[in-house]
């Protein structure tokens, strides 16, 4: 299977309960505990353990991970590598939330941005609704250039959501930017979805 530059691991406390679900992709694989799917042969685990785009070509590749809960007191937190420095066909969303598995079409959820046109890039937190989409907040990290950054990312009951980052890709996190947006309140889906030309088809990690 091909990998590209994605790495990810999350967790959720889901209505005061805590209730976890991660991914070290340590068992070697994507296929179980737990189940990733959309377009497999376009991602793999790599030697490192983490989960790599492996494609080829100019394209999109995408992997959801099923996960149906209400967006109370969530948290979700991973790492991320862009092996490139990002533009607008160059990039990578990282969903926190969906209701459709297909991360490609109409949705309604919330989305990570790493990359977007021009040279001030920075991590921002997206709304989508059908194929509609709004910023919610934006952070001050700037991801211009290649990068390897944590992501921590926390919504309350109310709907506020705090995004934090560790720019040097460790655990201490700094809060960078707040919004509130409680439009969609369920979520069925998390996952992946990587924007690339023929030079980055390989460049794409997510893990933890």
């Given at each position: 299977m091909k990998t590209r530059f994605l790495v990810v691991a999350?967790?959720?406390?889901?209505?005061g309960t805590l209730a976890q679900v991660s991914d070290s992709?340590?068992?070697?694989?994507?296929t179980s505990n737990p189940a990733w799917s959309g377009n497999d042969t376009d991602f793999t685990v790599n030697p490192g353990f983490?989960?790599?785009?492996?494609?080829?070509?100019?394209?999109?590749?995408y992997l959801q991970n099923p996960n149906t809960y209400t967006l109370n007191?969530?948290?979700?937190?991973?790492?991320?590598?862009?092996?490139?420095?990002?533009?607008?066909?160059?990039n990578a969303r990282v969903y926190l939330a969906?209701?459709?598995?297909?991360?490609?079409?109409?949705?309604?959820?919330?989305?990570?941005?790493?990359?977007?046109?021009?040279s001030n890039d920075q991590v921002e937190l997206f709304r989508q609704t059908g194929t509609a989409?709004?910023?919610?907040?934006?952070?001050?990290?700037?991801?211009?250039?290649a990068f390897s950054i944590r992501?921590?990312?926390?919504?309350?009951?109310?709907g506020l959501w705090?995004?934090?980052?560790?720019?040097?890709?460790?655990?201490?996190?700094?809060?960078?930017?707040?919004?509130?947006?409680?439009?969609h309140t369920t979520t069925a889906f998390f996952g992946l979805n990587c924007f690339y030309t023929s030079s980055n088809s390989t460049d794409i990690y997510l893990d933890d």
């Open positions: 999350f967790s959720l406390a889901l209505q992709f340590s068992d070697g694989n994507f983490q989960l790599q785009l492996n494609s080829s070509g100019t394209d999109t590749s007191n969530c948290e979700w937190n991973f790492w991320i590598r862009l092996n490139f420095a990002p533009s607008a066909s160059n969906s209701d459709q598995a297909n991360l490609q079409g109409a949705l309604n959820g919330y989305f990570l941005q790493f990359g977007e046109a021009l989409t709004t910023s919610v907040c934006r952070g001050s990290t700037l991801i211009a250039s992501v921590k990312v926390v919504r309350d009951n109310a705090t995004l934090s980052v560790d720019p040097t890709g460790g655990t201490n996190y700094v809060q960078e930017a707040q919004g509130t947006d409680a439009t």
